[in-house]
């Protein structure tokens, strides 16, 4: 299909990383089922790295694909580049998406700064709240659950 | 391979279509208006078509106004039935929650003038009664449209009695029957029908040609200004070609009516059995009102679009009412209109057969549904959600 780059096509048929961590260091879940997407990551980090990231993800093609992308763009990186990924970076690294699709990449974006966020609570370290932006950005409906 | 269930969105040309329409872009390519024989052999053919056309739906020649399908004809009907209802104070119209957004939309603009619409609830069934459309019948009331079969779900409106309720209180009746032409028997006599929209690529014709029957005496507002064409009603030249291609087309469809009903129906029914099977899926619309070639179901749990790529990498084309294949953020009205709630809309899957469809189709058609449902089930967060029970099935 056009609608989609070569890149979108192949995370979305042959998605890397899909699944769960049991015990995960921190899990991020962000968007809504009444709006048609919702993402889940979780991260293991050992030693202030990324050493794996998973997701589940309930959505459309490019949802799939920027799952897939984010948490490849992280895996074996430390935790403060982890954090400066943007939603930008995704849709580059997938050769563009169509404009009504963005907010898929921002989704990938927030999922994995909530899990950041997740690590930090539980391990204790103190850390910047104003790096984690709630949803602000989102042009989407991405209201959380529960 | 390339096995092509969306018949709803559009279908594929037939031969005999396809035949009629040759000769009128090659040797007799005349304008009607013209008052040369060329023009004038063109003028007749024209007039054959409006004929034929005429007869499949019960209809004389005089009521027939060519337009460019199915949404121009929704449009001029209710802005004439407006406009009509307009001038004797009467500003009320009552349609459905469900209709196309050709009607719809053009509702919304006539409530932005003033008049008053009341959109019947459609049931989770997907089917509005007569009664319902007596009990909202006003003084003012200057138009009733309401659809013939819905084209997401496919259920059957019981438009004669309707038409019945209608005609008994004098109020105009319209009915969008682009997904009925040519698939149910319509004849606008009998069903108390005044105004009829349809559009011929539904029925295996060509793209951008349709009919808007209005019954004799119904003063049509024209919504193209230009020419003397159509009696004044639709100006510019008549699109020659498509319209005997519509025409043969539809001759064709009327003529197998109930041999290729009865065959869609069958394999409907055995895919309607096969996706039922299908955990925490649900049929979307009355399962027997329905037009004989249309399934649609949600699936808990999965988003529409990721199901039609896969689907589409399988070589099954398909649609889906979700909001990502909307082009909006909320799932299909169509959906929401039959108390389906967003969570499920987002997991909609329309098939829409053809008289081609073959059985072998079907059976592949439910494996590869099977596992593309099950594949993307075990990546979503929300179907872990509802299997450890942290969440309840909405679809039991």
Redesign the interface.
């Known amino acids: 299909m056009a609608l989609y780059s070569e890149k979108v096509m192949d995370h979305f048929r042959n998605p890397r990383n899909v699944g769960v961590i049991e015990n995960a260091d921190g899990v991020g879940e962000v968007g809504n089922a009444k709006c048609g997407d919702i993402m889940k990551i979780y991260l293991k980090i050992e030693n202030g790295v990324i050493a794996d990231a998973k997701f589940e993800t309930f959505g459309c093609g490019s949802a799939i694909a920027s799952s897939s992308m984010a948490t490849e763009l992280i895996k074996g990186k430390p935790v403060s580049e982890a954090l400066t990924l943007t939603n930008k970076a995704v849709v580059e690294a997938l050769d563009g998406l169509p404009a009504h699709k963005i907010h898929c990449s921002v989704l990938a974006e927030e999922a994995i700064k909530k899990a950041l966020q997740d690590y930090y609570e539980k391990a204790g370290i103190a850390y910047d709240h104003t790096q984690f932006p709630d949803c602000e950005s989102c042009g989407h409906c991405c209201g959380h659950e529960g | 391979m390339q096995i092509y269930l969306d018949n709803a969105a559009t279908t594929k040309m037939s031969k005999t279509a396809i035949e009629a329409m040759l000769p009128y872009m090659d040797t007799v390519y005349g304008n009607p208006s013209s008052l040369h024989s060329a023009g004038q052999v063109a003028a007749e053919a024209l007039t054959d078509a409006r004929q034929r056309i005429a007869a499949c739906i019960g209809a004389s020649s005089k009521e027939i106004t060519f337009t460019s399908g199915g949404s121009e004809s929704d449009n001029q009907a209710i802005l004439s039935a407006a406009r009509l209802g307009e001038r004797r104070g009467k500003k009320h119209i009552i349609s459905t929650a469900f209709e196309h957004h050709a009607v719809l939309h053009t509702l919304k603009m006539l409530e932005k003038e003033g008049f008053e619409i009341t959109l019947l609830d459609v049931h989770e069934n997907g089917i509005v009664l007569p009664q319902q459309v007596a009990e909202a019948i006003r003084d003012d009331t200057c138009l009733v449209t309401v659809m013939y079969a819905n084209n997401e779900i496919g259920t059957i409106q019981p438009i004669k009695e309707i038409g019945a309720v209608c005609r008994e209180k004098g109020i105009l009746f319209h009915t969008d029957a682009v997904q009925a032409a040519g698939h149910l028997h319509i004849d606008v006599q009998e069903q108390n029908i005044d105004m009829l929209s349809l559009s011929a690529h539904k029925f295996h014709g060509p793209k951008g040609i349709g009919v808007l029957y209005a019954r004799k005496g119904i003063p049509l507002t024209g919504i193209i200004e230009g020419g003397a064409q159509e009696r004044g009603k639709r100006a510019g030249t008549e699109n020659i070609p498509a319209i005997m291609g519509m025409a043969a087309a539809l001759e064709e469809a009327c003529a197998h009516i109930d041999e290729n009903a009865e065959k869609m129906t069958a394999l409907r029914d055995k895919l309607i059995k096969g996706l039922s099977k299908i955990p925490h899926s649900i049929l979307n619309g009355d399962a027997q009102r329905r037009l004989p070639g249309n399934v649609n179901f949600c699936f808990e749990?999965?988003?529409?679009?990721?199901l039609l790529?896969?689907l589409?990498?399988k070589g099954i084309c398909a649609s889906s009412g979700?909001?990502?294949?909307s082009?909006s953020?909320d799932?299909s009205h169509v959906l929401l209109a039959i108390g389906r709630?967003?969570?499920i809309a987002?997991g909609s899957l329309r098939l829409s057969l053809s008289e081609e469809t073959s059985e072998e189709e079907i059976k592949y058609t439910i494996q590869s549904v099977t596992e593309v449902v099950e594949y993307l089930r075990?990546?979503?967060?929300?179907?872990?959600d509802l299997v450890s029970g942290r969440k309840e099935f909405v679809i039991k």
């Open positions: 749990g999965i988003e529409g679009e990721s790529l896969l589409d990498d979700s909001a990502c294949t082009g953020l799932p709630v967003h969570d987002h075990s990546m979503s967060p929300i179907w872990r």
